[in-house]
């Protein structure tokens, strides 16, 4: 009576001399890019699964390209932001240059419009009991 370790490997053998799909990682390979696993009758009943696992890939893939998509414009925006803020930057102290007082005199001196000497005082207005 043969062992089972005998009756194993004659099933092996004979499945390798049918061309099957055996344990060795060569043939499996040679029969996926051949082609010739998909004309047997059990992968049409994986074709579902094989489709959605297609699905996933695509999806993954487009997945990627929308992040790095986002990500380069979200980089654009950073640019964007830094010169915007350098121009308020500079906007901002061009403001403040030409508003000071000094710098008022001088642009109002052409139109014979000329810095008041006299302090400014405070009218007060006191209720009486006729109003």
């Known amino acids: 009576m043969p ?5 194993k490997y004659n099933k092996l053998k004979k499945s390798e001399d049918k061309g099957t799909v055996s344990s060795s990682g060569g043939k499996v390979v040679k029969t996926v890019l051949g082609g010739s696993f998909l004309s047997k009758d059990s992968s049409f009943r994986m074709l579902p699964f094989l ?6 890939g695509v999806i993954y893939i487009a997945n990627i390209y929308y992040a ?31 508003s000071k007082q000094s710098e008022l005199v001088k642009r109002l001196k052409p139109l014979n419009i000329k810095e008041s000497v006299i302090p400014p005082y405070k009218i007060v ?3 009486t009991k006729a109003d």
């Not at 062992?3 to 009756?7: F, G, I, S, T, V």
């Not at 979200?74 to 901002?92: A, F, G, N, Q």
Request: proline share 0%; charged share 35%; net charge positive.
């Open 68 to 98: 790095e998509k986002s990500m380069r414009q979200i980089d654009d925006y950073h640019v964007s932001l830094k010169e915007l803020r350098y121009e308020y930057i500079s906007t901002h102290t061009k403001l403040m240059r030409i």
């Open 51 to 56: 489709f959605f696992l297609t699905l996933l």
């Open 125 to 127: 207005y006191k209720k």
């Open 3 to 7: 062992k089972k370790n005998e009756l």
